[in-house]
């Protein structure tokens, strides 16, 4: 069953090569979120993995600004669970905290609202995709900021060649679909 499911999400990713500059092969995920059953299936196998690797020990999945915010509400209510958000800066109103992170030409930050969680509390941050992993990177220093423990990041997507998985250090990763 879950190869089927699994080829289901592979068959529903279109790639568009030269986007959005020359030399980049992007990875559009718009036929799966127009699909239902693939959408479903993608929801299906990532929470069966987490039930696997972690049982009932994660209290909150963390969806990342912005397209982990397709998959975060829906992954967290197959398991049951609650979903915090961590957004670009000035999204969020009320007292946040802050982590900076470099991309290309200079650096961005994330936010999260200081009482999303409380000290102990066990997460899984999830995203659409990981590329060079500095935005889940920063996500998993915010979550320590608020003495959160990251049990794992997960996304749909793994671009490999970029070794985003690196940037993670310790926290365990998990990606449905792996491309170069």
Do not use: W
Not at 69 to 89: H, N, T, W, Y
Not at 112 to 140: F, N, S, W, Y
């Amino acid at each position: 069953m879950a190869d089927s499911e699994l080829q289901l999400v592979a068959r529903r990713i279109r790639s568009f090569p030269d986007f959005p500059i020359p030399g980049v092969l992007f990875r559009d995920i718009s036929p799966l979120l127009k699909d239902p059953d693939s959408f479903r299936a993608s929801i299906s196998l990532l929470a069966n993995h987490l039930k696997r690797a972690h049982g009932g020990r994660i209290d909150y999945i963390a969806g990342l600004d912005s397209r982990g915010f397709l998959f975060g509400p829906s992954l967290a209510q197959e398991l049951g669970l609650g979903c915090v958000l961590i957004r670009k800066r000035g999204k969020l109103p009320g007292p946040t905290v802050s982590a900076s992170y470099a991309l290309e030409y200079g650096k961005a930050e994330l936010e999260i609202q200081r009482d999303a969680l409380e000290p102990g509390q066990k997460v899984v941050v999830v995203d659409d995709l990981l590329a060079t992993g500095g935005t889940m990177r920063a996500a998993c220093e915010l979550l320590g900021q608020l003495q959160a423990e990251v049990l794992e990041c997960v996304s749909l997507v793994e671009l490999t060649s970029l070794k985003g998985r690196e940037k993670l250090g310790t926290v365990p990763f998990f990606s449905l679909l792996q491309y170069k």
